[in-house]
């Protein structure tokens, strides 16, 4: 079983930046696909990014293309999220979640482990 926890969500202004982690632990970190999503009230859970095991592929949402890039250090047993340029829309509870299978799919389903979520709020 794999333990996620992140963490360096916050209240930031519109044009600002955060940077969130999430600690995995329980598992071979290298052999884990590691993704972000986010899930705002009322709306369902999205996709923002994911990168792959040795992190030569890596895939994100549309709106956040250029703003924000995942990255992981597998020593440290860590993925990271740099989000710049925020904008209010990005508020939302952003999840770090693993997959130990191949491939690194866009959908939250294909993801069986999840961290428990930090919350990033931009205000205008």
């Known amino acids: 079983q794999v333990q996620l926890v992140e963490s360096g969500g916050g209240l930031v202004q519109a044009g600002g930046s955060l940077r969130l982690s999430c600690a995995a632990s329980g598992r071979t970190f290298s052999r884990l696909n590691m993704g972000w999503f986010r899930q705002a009230p009322g709306k369902e859970r999205e996709f923002v990014a994911t990168i792959s095991r040795s992190s030569g592929i890596t895939y994100y949402t549309d709106s956040v293309k250029g703003r924000f890039t995942i990255s992981r250090d597998n020593v440290k047993n860590m993925v990271y999220l740099q989000m710049n340029s925020l904008k209010p829309e990005d508020t939302a509870v952003y999840y770090c979640?693993?997959?130990?299978?191949?491939?690194?799919?866009?959908?939250?389903?294909?993801?069986?482990?999840w961290g428990q979520g930090t919350q990033v709020t931009v205000s205008s």
């Open positions: 979640a693993a997959r130990p299978s191949i491939g690194v799919p866009t959908t939250a389903s294909e993801y069986p482990n």
